[in-house]
């Protein structure tokens, strides 16, 4: 049954939400309603002068005001403004605890799962979700393709939403029923602390490789963006390793030192340091139409169940197994995710199955770095006899540092052809 939240948008004191700010016009601010776009101000909003990637919301305050904001939120005093503001240390958590309060604080009444990685967070929340429905566990997605607040579909604009969107999403899906949900986090949110006070439940690391270097600039800034998810995992949450990927498993220490339970994911017989890895897969067949696995657990009381997934690859029994290790945390029974596992037939752009009665295979996905370009080109030239054809592209004028790697993983196949590189 839907939970009801308290009134929403509700009157939010800022006094008694940052007790540590200090006041410029004022002894306290009301809100009802709160935007870092100055654009989409309206009156009696607050206006939150976040800095951004590129322009800061301090160049925006005039703007603000003149559209009618009743306050401004700030990290600093800022002269020559004639409405109230609230001076908080670091304006983009207080921003997205102040979104989680107007929105009825819907992470207190969710377990949430947060996913981040280089590649596979979309099939990884997509999985989580399938195995939660069968457990009658209903859960909302926020991610690449779509948010889903439990009873409809939103299209997406961005992997991880500002934290005005993410926090009116997680309302309605309290308000649709939904017990749990999985959210994608880019490294970009991740950075900018889009989801800053949001309690994770668990936390899934699925790999990190070079990827997004035009707003990074190196691998350690980016790896470190990703190792941020860490510290969001609530006391008793879980942080999800897959050891079989060099950056993921450089952040097994760091997990381990949150003090939190961590479970290590692997599809190989590898080892976490000294201790066995906490759940694996032993792929039984591997076929264009899918893989044959079986799950193996140590902390599942049926430690060994079979399953078959419709999605080819070995990079989706990875994801699968990370989606299962979450699951088993939640206390799922295993013969329960893997009915949630081969229950989903697709997820879209990911290895999609496209028919139009030819009689060859044709797949679409989304991989756009050359770790997922390299791994999807494998995988398919392993499963099958005849060539595998491939045509990639790279528009727009994110981090072109990565494209001469793309090629070089598209070249793995029997032939390739740039659609579109600029």
Not at 368 to 388: E, F, N, P
Request: charged share 20%; proline share 4%; with cysteine.
């Amino acid at each position: 049954m839907p939970l009801s939240l308290p009134e929403y948008p509700r009157l939010v004191s800022l006094r008694r939400l940052f007790p540590q700010a200090s006041f410029v016009g004022c002894g306290d601010v009301h809100v009802q309603d709160v935007t870092s776009d100055s654009r989409q101000v309206t009156r009696d909003c607050i206006f939150a002068a976040i800095p951004g990637s590129k322009l800061h919301g301090l160049d925006f305050v005039q703007d603000a005001v003149q559209r009618g904001a009743s306050a401004i939120l700030t990290s600093q005093p800022l002269a020559n403004v004639n409405v109230p503001q609230c001076i908080v240390r670091d304006c983009r958590v207080a921003y997205a605890r102040l979104c989680d309060a107007l929105a009825g604080t819907p992470t207190s009444w969710l377990r949430i799962t947060g996913v981040t990685g280089t590649n596979g967070k979309t099939t990884t929340t997509w999985m989580l979700r399938s195995i939660l429905n069968a457990a009658e566990r209903q859960c909302g997605v926020i991610g690449t393709v779509e948010y889903h607040d439990g009873r409809k579909s939103h299209a997406a604009s961005l992997t991880t939403p500002d934290a005005r969107t993410t926090f009116r999403l997680l309302h309605s899906m309290v308000d649709a029923g939904c017990t749990h949900a999985a959210l994608e986090l880019s490294s970009h949110s991740l950075d900018q602390q889009r989801v800053a006070g949001v309690p994770l439940s668990a936390a899934i690391l699925t790999n990190v490789t070079q990827d997004h270097f035009d707003y990074h600039s190196d691998f350690e800034t980016y790896l470190a963006a990703k190792s941020r998810m860490i510290k969001y995992v609530s006391p008793g949450g879980a942080i999800v390793i897959n050891i079989d990927d060099a950056g993921s498993r450089s952040l097994l220490e760091a997990a381990r030192a949150s003090g939190r339970r961590v479970l290590t994911c692997s599809v190989s017989e590898c080892q976490a340091g000294s201790d066995p890895v906490d759940v694996r897969a032993e792929v039984v067949t591997e076929t264009l139409n899918g893989t044959h696995f079986q799950l193996l657990s140590r902390h599942s009381e049926e430690s060994r169940v079979d399953v078959q997934l419709a999605l080819p690859g070995l990079h989706n029994v990875s994801n699968a197994i990370q989606a299962a290790a979450v699951a088993i945390h939640f206390g799922i029974p295993a013969s329960v995710i893997a009915d949630g596992l081969q229950s989903l037939p697709v997820v879209p752009g990911r290895l999609e199955p496209i028919t139009a009665g030819q009689d060859f295979h044709v797949f679409v996905d989304y991989a756009h770095t050359d770790d997922a370009l390299r791994r999807v080109v494998q995988s398919l030239k392993s499963l099958t006899s005849g060539r595998v054809l491939c045509v990639f592209g790279a528009g727009g004028d994110r981090d072109q540092s990565k494209r001469p790697l793309l090629a070089q993983a598209a070249s793995l196949a029997d032939f390739t052809a740039a659609a579109r590189i600029r």
